[in-house]
């Protein structure tokens, strides 16, 4: 099967483009962060890196199918205690990713991309709440901007929501994924997302992964280690009392940026030989779904920082098996979808 070629926008560490390395070849990536470049260059030396995305012209991307990204969440996450949305200013560079889109659509005029696929945390479906600052409740408000925005661009779209826990490893790990489609039919969108087999609901996704195998399950419990997640922050500081409860669970919290280092930040902890202790980096590379060491050389304070910001391996996997698939039948599935009109 063909290799679909991609542009990918907010790359991170690359685990979009690890997870669907079976499916997709990467024509650029774009991230503007140092830590991050410094492991893009490691393993993906041959691939054209551009920094930030507002300089980054449609002409420089080159002829694609699609693009794939995960906009920054630091302000639609559901941990951010004052969200503001898109309009925030990490957030808000999803103007510039539809720029590119657009840009890219009106250079390459009848080779424009078919696909653009967006992922976020599941914030983003409540983003940004209601306002402290004049109380009025604008729940939703940037969902519907990022879907509007790929009507604008003449995508058709579905969105659903997938979880790592099982995709692979054991991490609870919500995220939204928009898929669009050119063309304005949001159909084809759905058949990627959808459940397989005819008649199913909303079931959690069947994926190769899950079997016993080579990437079966990578997580620290493997040599017997016991994880123990936050179930309930403080109600008030330790030092005043407060407290937090703790549970045995066969999965960890999301993995989050802020939560990396010492006891008082991580959300989980570990048992293991009679001791306590809170994850290690090459541990949060499991749960990620990452190889041993794909971010060694970078102090742990980054390391924890760009794993707790990538996208989940096996939810990429599971995600370019089907775009892949889609795409090739695209010929019978619009002939089906049409009734067989030219």
């Known amino acids: 099967m063909t290799k679909l070629k991609f542009a990918s926008a907010f790359t991170g560490i690359s685990g979009f483009e690890l997870g669907m390395r079976e499916y997709i070849e990467p024509t650029v990536m774009i991230e503007w962060d140092k830590h991050c470049q410094v492991v893009l260059n490691r393993h993906y030396p041959a691939i054209p890196k551009r920094g930030d995305i507002s300089d980054v012209t449609g002409k420089e991307v080159g002829k694609i199918d699609g693009y794939i990204g995960g906009f920054p969440c630091g302000d639609t ?36 991309p078919r696909w653009v696929v967006i992922e976020n945390p599941v914030g983003l479906l409540s983003s940004p709440g209601v306002s402290r600052a004049d109380g009025v409740d604008r729940t939703g408000w940037d969902m519907a901007a990022v879907v509007r925005a790929l009507e604008d661009l003449g995508y058709g779209w579905a969105y659903r929501v997938v979880d790592g826990r099982y995709l692979g490893t054991p991490q609870k790990r919500e995220r939204v994924i928009v898929v669009g489609h050119r063309g304005g039919d949001p159909r084809p969108a759905w058949e990627v997302l959808a459940d397989e087999g005819p008649g199913q609901g909303p079931a959690r996704p069947r994926v190769e992964s899950r079997q016993r195998g080579p990437r079966a399950r990578r997580g620290p419990e493997a040599d017997g280690t016991l994880i123990w997640r936050k179930a309930a ?8 009392g407060g407290y937090e409860t703790w549970r045995p669970a066969e999965y960890a919290n999301t993995l989050a940026g802020s ?57 990429a996997q599971w995600l370019g098996r089907r775009i892949a698939a889609v795409h090739h039948a695209l010929p019978q599935i619009e002939t089906h979808l049409t009734g067989g009109a030219a």
Do not use: C
């Open 77 to 112: 996450s559901i941990g951010k205690a004052d969200r503001q949305g898109l309009a925030g200013p990490r957030s808000g560079y999803f103007s510039e990713f539809a720029r590119l889109i657009a840009e890219t659509q009106r250079i390459l005029d009848e080779t424009r």
């Open 233 to 240: 922050r403080a109600r008030a500081s330790l030092a005043a």
């Open 259 to 315: 939560d990396g280092g010492g006891p008082a930040r991580q959300q989980h902890i570990l048992l293991q030989d009679g001791r306590l202790r809170t994850f290690t980096p090459l541990e949060w590379e499991r749960l990620q779904g990452f190889p041993d060491g794909w971010t060694e050389g970078l102090p742990d304070s980054a390391r924890f920082r760009l794993l707790g910001n990538a996208m989940h391996v096996g939810m």
